[in-house]
């Protein structure tokens, strides 16, 4: 059984910084791409970010360009946002995604499983 377990959300001053951790357990997924969605309330699930299987290519939403990293942790079954000089707006519930190509999209419905969700709030 596939399971995405994400952590590292909260409360953060604008200007600040967040690492959001996703876990994925079920191992045949581990070769895929993963990817960052957020939803603010009153609005759509929103692409953030993407990295491929390997672990080489990412891809980012240009409101986030510069500020925020996606990496995968060593063992690939560990993906990370790094979120830095958050905004007020990056104010939403976080998901993490994993889909069934190597490479990934920004298309939420290709992404095959999803996590609970995580809660980050930026006060300004």
């Known amino acids: 059984q596939v399971q995405l377990v994400e952590s590292g959300g909260g409360l953060v001053q604008a200007g600040g910084s967040l690492r959001l951790s996703c876990a994925l357990s079920?191992?045949?997924?581990?070769?895929?791409?993963m990817g960052w969605f957020r939803q603010a309330p009153g609005k759509e699930r929103e692409f953030v970010a993407r990295v491929s299987g390997s672990g080489s290519n990412t891809q980012y939403v240009d409101s986030v360009k510069g500020r925020f990293t996606i990496s995968r942790g060593n063992a690939k079954n560990t993906v990370f946002l790094q979120m830095n000089s958050l905004k007020a707006e990056d104010t939403a519930v976080y998901y993490c995604?994993?889909?069934?190509?190597?490479?990934?999209?920004?298309?939420?419905?290709?992404?095959?499983?999803w996590g609970q969700g995580t809660q980050v709030t930026v006060s300004s």
């Open positions: 079920g191992r045949t997924f581990i070769t895929y791409a």
């Open positions: 995604a994993v889909t069934t190509s190597y490479s990934g999209s920004v298309d939420p419905s290709s992404y095959r499983y």
